[in-house]
């Protein structure tokens, strides 16, 4: 997985949780904020909207993050997804700014 040098914003990682194969990963941290995931082990469930449709489901590793339900979590979230849709490179770093402003608020980075 490329990682961006510190301070910078990941735009390609995770959103905050993690469905890996059983035993794939031993740890992950947050595409979002960067903290260490929690971790839940031989979990039985759908991994995939596609999965629970078809009533699917198999074992798997979940991780999420500890922040995860955070109104300022979810901010970032949907920050870095109206980043990825614009095609504006202003707009980018502004966003980006805004990111890193709410990462330091939160003293996670
Ligand atoms: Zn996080």
């Known amino acids: 997985m490329a990682e961006e040098a510190k301070g910078k914003v990941n735009w390609f990682g995770n959103q905050g949780w993690l469905c890996p194969e059983q035993g794939k990963m031993k740890t992950a941290d947050c595409g979002i904020c960067g903290s260490p995931m929690n971790v839940k082990r031989n979990v039985l469930g759908p991994t995939s909207w596609i ?53 330091e608020a939160n003293a996670v980075r």
Do not use: Q, Y
């Open 51 to 103: 999965e629970s449709m078809g009533r699917g489901e198999h074992l798997h590793d979940s991780f999420t993050c500890p922040n995860f339900e955070e109104d300022w979590h979810e901010k970032i979230v949907k920050l870095k997804s109206e980043a990825r849709n614009t095609a504006s490179d202003k707009i980018k770093k502004i966003l980006e700014e805004e990111v890193i402003e709410i990462l």
